[in-house]
């Protein structure tokens, strides 16, 4: 998702880059980088690494956890995967790849010092796929995870926006939406012209765009073109043919996750809330969250009851 730059302020740099903050060195198969992280809070029993969305977002819209984790007693802690806004921007499309990322995600964990007794890894959208990899790849190494508002296999997701979402919509809207895709004319601004009151509105944030909240514009103000291209694709309508993640499935290894999993859907969401909810039976220790109100960013449109769901999950881990 593209909304422009009109939000964008990277005045406060600064700011960010203290408080907790840290840039982490990343060792990749083409070099040296680093990425961006800042912690807020003190647990050492319970830490919780926000993986964000795309695949090219930023941490931004992650700021609704200010109004509840801090009274919770949850230590957190933001990041920007590489590529994005405050972590390095390298040029290079080999790095777009899901198992360098989980690598990142690997190397920002020993960095950070978290590990069985305290680790838990949240993942949004395309950082659920992200939480569903290193979970599969380094469970041990976990507490607790948080799928929220994905799915697990692309192919899924892609047949619940052709089958569900697609025949929702305005069906000129979606005629002139296809086309602009079928050209490969994303660029144009009348592309998110018909997304943003057709599709977003409805099943992203459930509240006008011009009314978004400041962290949800910030966190997709500045998205990584390249990587989201690269991995999802063009289309804002399930993933495009090509794209790199448009065969991802891990629905036959889920039953292979066995640490506390809470998976989060919900009704308006982009993601399919019963295949979310099969997810979490699947799991040997899944639960699921439905957000009855809210959309794929539940957390903004749902907050009582996602952050209700989310903090009782974090509580009730095992020691």
């Keep these: 998702m593209n909304t422009g730059d009109a939000y964008l302020d990277y005045s406060n740099l600064d700011d960010r880059l203290s408080g907790g903050a840290r840039q982490i060195p990343i060792e990749t198969p083409v070099g040296l980088f680093h990425v961006w992280t800042k912690r807020i809070g003190n647990n050492p029993t319970l830490k919780v690494l926000l993986l964000h969305g795309g695949p090219g977002a930023n941490h931004a819209y992650f700021e609704a956890m200010d109004s509840y984790f801090p009274a919770a007693g949850i230590e957190y802690y933001y990041y920007d995967q590489l590529g994005s806004s405050y972590s390095d921007k390298p040029d290079d499309p080999s790095l777009w790849e899901t198992e360098r990322f989980v690598d990142e995600v690997e190397q920002v964990r020993q960095a950070l010092g978290l590990d069985r007794t305290n680790f838990v890894l949240l993942g949004h959208s395309w950082g659920g796929i992200l939480a569903i990899e290193y979970a599969l790849a380094h469970q041990e190494h976990l507490r607790g995870v948080v799928i929220s508002n994905m799915m697990a296999s692309a192919p899924a997701y892609t047949a619940y926006a052709e089958q569900v979402l697609m025949p929702q919509m305005d069906q000129a809207a979606l ?14 601004p009348r592309y998110m012209e018909l997304l943003i009151p057709h599709f977003y509105e ?8 011009d009314q978004w909240p400041d962290p949800v514009k910030r966190g997709f103000d500045q998205l990584n073109q390249q990587i989201y291209v690269s991995m999802q694709g063009p289309s804002e309508l399930g993933m495009s043919k090509g794209a790199k993640l448009a065969n991802w499935d891990r629905v036959g290894d889920l039953a292979t996750i066995d640490v506390p999993t809470l998976v989060i859907g919900a009704r308006h969401d982009t993601m399919d ?19 009855p109100n809210g959309s794929h960013m539940a957390f903004y449109d749902d907050q009582d009851t996602y952050f209700a769901g989310l903090i009782q999950f974090l509580h009730q881990l095992p020691e």
């Design 175 to 188: 005629a002139d939406i296809k086309a602009l895709e079928a050209s490969g004319d994303t660029d144009n």
């Design 202 to 209: 409805y099943h992203t944030l459930r509240m006008p765009a």
């Design 273 to 291: 809330p019963s295949h979310m909810e099969m997810m979490a039976r699947t799991l040997p220790k899944g639960q699921y969250l439905y957000c």
